[in-house]
């Protein structure tokens, strides 16, 4: 069975074999010098002080959401789709004060949309967002100018990119983004990752388990507060390396070019219409006959996923990271395509 999902996803053998080990030590010297390598990638692949917790992408939010903001604080949600409205669901369980801006399923605000909300709001404290969304593949590619848009009114900005970095490239600062390791970083789950490049202010009430200070006070001597996810960060160490030598760029062109192939592939009416927004990690289209593609991809040894929420009947979604080729988006493609009505 080879996995087309938008995650956990097909992992290469070779980081099989790094996670296949008796857990070391955490306090050892061998693993500090792991956690250091790692981290020192993780660096080299994305801009930001790298942090890594046991967690989930999930996880790698919430923690986020309580490090960065304060009960009342006011928030401007970029709503885009399902995993949007989870980080919503996040911010709300903080006692943040929600504004929301959305659009049509399949599309994006503008940026200058989101500037004159925020002019409109006032004191925002910060702009929140999912940069891949993963429940209808669509990436939000003015990321960089909406950074721009929350320094220059004081506020910071706050990114889920679960299942966009680095497969999604970010070429600039971005004050903090959540993600993990399961899926464009082809580990196994279990590694919250999150990037820094603002400091957490906040001392209301966080958790201990998510107390970023902790883990940034200990990181210098590559030591974290609790028992970090040590065969997660062993697979790491390989598929960091991997991306490296391959060139980072060189990893977002491949998996541009799976998502082109897919998109003109598959006859189905896909739910981005607009090129330029479409995922490289994950594609969906529409479908009335979502049973039946997945259940005959699974006879045909692939496994790929249903929508979620409002389109959980109404759309497949295949995933486009891990150890897939051009000749699995062949065969995912065909099979669908006995499906068009």
Do not use: W
């Not at 993963?134 to 590619?141: A, D, E, F, P, W």
């Not at 960060?233 to 030598?245: F, H, K, P, V």
Request: a neutral charge.
């Amino acid at each position: 069975m080879k996995y087309l999902t938008p995650g956990p996803i097909q992992l290469p053998k070779e980081v099989l074999t790094h996670i296949s080990r008796q857990p070391g030590f955490h306090r050892s010297e061998e693993f500090k010098k792991l956690l250091e390598k790692v981290i020192e990638n993780l660096e080299k692949i994305i801009k930001g002080n790298a942090i890594i917790l046991p967690g989930t992408g999930t996880f790698s939010i919430d923690t986020m959401v309580y490090n960065y903001i304060k009960p009342n604080d006011k928030v401007l949600l970029i709503d885009i789709g399902e995993f949007s409205k989870r980080l919503g669901d996040s911010l709300k369980s903080r006692g943040a004060i929600v504004e929301l801006i959305t659009s049509e399923i399949g599309s994006l605000p503008l940026p200058d949309l989101i500037e004159e909300k925020i002019k409109i709001m006032r004191e925002v404290k910060a702009i929140t967002m999912v940069h891949n969304e993963t429940s209808i593949g669509i990436t939000n590619r003015f990321i960089e100018k909406i950074q721009d848009i929350a320094s220059s009114y004081g506020a910071l900005l706050l990114v889920d990119s679960v299942s966009g970095i680095p497969a999604e490239n970010i070429n600039k600062e971005i004050d903090v983004i959540a993600t993990a390791s399961h899926k464009a970083f082809l580990s196994i789950p279990g590694a919250s990752i999150i990037y820094i490049n603002k400091n957490p202010d906040n001392n209301s009430n966080v958790p201990p388990s998510m107390d970023l200070k902790k883990f940034l006070k200990m990181k210098p001597n590559c030591e974290t507060p609790y028992t970090p996810p040590i065969n997660v960060i062993a697979g790491l160490e390989y598929s960091t390396n991997y991306i490296l030598n391959m060139g980072v760029n060189n990893y977002t062109k491949i998996h541009e070019e799976r998502s082109r192939i897919l998109y003109n592939s598959v006859k189905l009416k896909p739910i981005v219409n607009n090129e330029i927004f479409r995922s490289n990690t994950v594609a969906s289209f529409y479908t009335n006959h979502v049973k039946e593609i997945i259940n005959d991809l699974k006879e045909k040894g692939y496994t790929i996923a249903n929508g979620i929420g409002n389109l959980s009947n109404k759309a497949v979604r295949i995933g486009l990271m891990g150890d897939i080729d051009f000749h699995d988006i062949k065969a995912v493609s065909e099979a669908i395509n006995n499906y068009v009505d």
